[in-house]
């Protein structure tokens, strides 16, 4: 297949073209530089030049290609309306560009703010509508296309998709418990991360383009919720810092923007997902990451 994949210089995205191309798919990728365009380059990718406000471009990766993987995000977590606009755009083009195609397309999504108190699963909607929402309401926005004629599927990815170079959400948490020379955690520390490896969420991807039914909602999750206590103690580990309890009054102040999410309970299983696809996660848990250095052994010394 001829797959267009926006973000597939992005931690998840160049996973999932290896995949891809591994699969024998012909990948095309938005690139808006230089030295992304010169990665995808090097393993055999083509490359479509554009930015994700360039909709043009867009939409023409879109028609030329026989199906959509869409991973790229501005993640401008300081200025949330730019990143949720751009995704919003991009999503309502992609989804235009394919109405009467049939064809797939596969768009990231997360499992934040799915349900309240209890895991969520692949039948639980996501509450998120319109352009003010969270993401944009871009899941949500990308399924409505299934009436339409497009083949969409939403990619709920964890809260972290971890492993060696990560630099997502756990890369910033580490980074704040150097900065601050103690690795917190979020009040007692209970409230829990659903986790899964990169190399697990990216065969997931990749699987879920040969055998997801239009409007599947599936849950790249391998552990269904690491205690943010154990986050904190393995990162404490990792670094050699004391571990300690922020008191909720002070996680915005001591965490910064990632203390809104580190004090969320993400947790969510993934029971469909492996029946629909045969995908069955085998990479290390997150606190395996962390106790093998995946976040210590190269990272830079703080000042
Ligand atoms: N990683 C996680 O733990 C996680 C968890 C839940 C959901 N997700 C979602 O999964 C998707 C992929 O995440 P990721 O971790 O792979 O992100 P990432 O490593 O930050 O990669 C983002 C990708 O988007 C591209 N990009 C950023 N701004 C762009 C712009 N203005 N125009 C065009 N391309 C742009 C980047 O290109 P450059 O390489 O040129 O910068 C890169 O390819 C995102 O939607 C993310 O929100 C990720």
């Given at each position: 297949m001829r797959v267009f994949v926006?973000?597939?210089?992005?931690?998840?995205?160049?996973?999932?073209?290896?995949?891809?191309?591994?699969?024998?798919?012909?990948?095309?990728?938005?690139?808006?530089?230089?030295a992304s365009a010169a990665a995808l380059q090097a393993k055999g990718v083509q490359v479509r030049r554009g930015d994700l406000d360039d909709l043009a471009s867009i939409r023409a990766g879109a028609e030329a290609a026989?199906?959509?993987i869409h991973l790229a995000n501005k993640h401008d977590f300081t200025n949330p309306?730019?990143?949720?606009?751009?995704?919003r755009g991009a999503v309502q083009t992609i989804g235009d560009t394919l109405v009467g195609t049939n064809r797939p397309f596969l768009l990231a999504s997360g499992v934040a703010g799915l349900t309240q108190g209890r895991l969520a699963t692949e039948n639980d909607p996501s509450p998120f509508h319109g352009p003010?929402?969270?993401?944009?309401?871009?899941?949500?926005?990308?399924?409505?296309?299934?009436d339409r004629g497009v083949h969409s599927v939403a990619l709920r990815f964890s809260p972290t998709v971890h492993g060696t170079g990560d630099h997502g959400f756990i890369a910033v948490i580490a980074a704040v418990a150097?900065?601050?020379?103690?690795?917190?955690?979020?009040?007692?520390?209970?409230?829990r991360?659903?986790?899964?490896?990169?190399?697990?969420?990216?065969r997931m991807v990749a699987l879920g383009l040969a055998k997801a039914p239009a409007g599947a909602r599936l849950h790249a999750v391998a552990e269904e919720g690491v205690p943010t206590r154990d986050i904190?103690?393995?990162?404490?580990?990792?670094?050699?810092l004391p571990v300690t309890s922020i008191a909720p009054d002070d996680v915005q102040d001591h965490f910064g923007w990632i203390g809104t999410f580190f004090s969320m309970d993400l947790a969510a299983t993934s029971t469909m997902t492996p029946e629909l696809l045969g995908w069955t996660p085998t990479g290390p848990t997150l606190i395996e990451d962390l106790d093998a250095g995946a976040y210590s052994a190269h990272a830079p010394v703080s000042g």
């Amino acid at each position: 297949m001829r797959v267009f994949v926006t973000g597939a210089s992005g931690w998840i995205g160049s996973a999932t073209i290896d995949e891809l191309l591994a699969a024998g798919h012909e990948v095309t990728g938005l690139a808006r530089s230089d030295a992304s365009a010169a990665a995808l380059q090097a393993k055999g990718v083509q490359v479509r030049r554009g930015d994700l406000d360039d909709l043009a471009s867009i939409r023409a990766g879109a028609e030329a290609a026989e199906a959509v993987i869409h991973l790229a995000n501005k993640h401008d977590f300081t200025n949330p309306a730019v990143s949720i606009a751009a995704e919003r755009g991009a999503v309502q083009t992609i989804g235009d560009t394919l109405v009467g195609t049939n064809r797939p397309f596969l768009l990231a999504s997360g499992v934040a703010g799915l349900t309240q108190g209890r895991l969520a699963t692949e039948n639980d909607p996501s509450p998120f509508h319109g352009p003010e929402s969270p993401r944009g309401g871009s899941e949500n926005l990308a399924l409505e296309f299934v009436d339409r004629g497009v083949h969409s599927v939403a990619l709920r990815f964890s809260p972290t998709v971890h492993g060696t170079g990560d630099h997502g959400f756990i890369a910033v948490i580490a980074a704040v418990a150097r900065e601050k020379g103690v690795s917190g955690y979020p009040a007692d520390g209970t409230n829990r991360w659903a986790a899964v490896h990169r190399s697990d969420a990216a065969r997931m991807v990749a699987l879920g383009l040969a055998k997801a039914p239009a409007g599947a909602r599936l849950h790249a999750v391998a552990e269904e919720g690491v205690p943010t206590r154990d986050i904190a103690e393995a990162i404490g580990r990792a670094f050699g810092l004391p571990v300690t309890s922020i008191a909720p009054d002070d996680v915005q102040d001591h965490f910064g923007w990632i203390g809104t999410f580190f004090s969320m309970d993400l947790a969510a299983t993934s029971t469909m997902t492996p029946e629909l696809l045969g995908w069955t996660p085998t990479g290390p848990t997150l606190i395996e990451d962390l106790d093998a250095g995946a976040y210590s052994a190269h990272a830079p010394v703080s000042g």
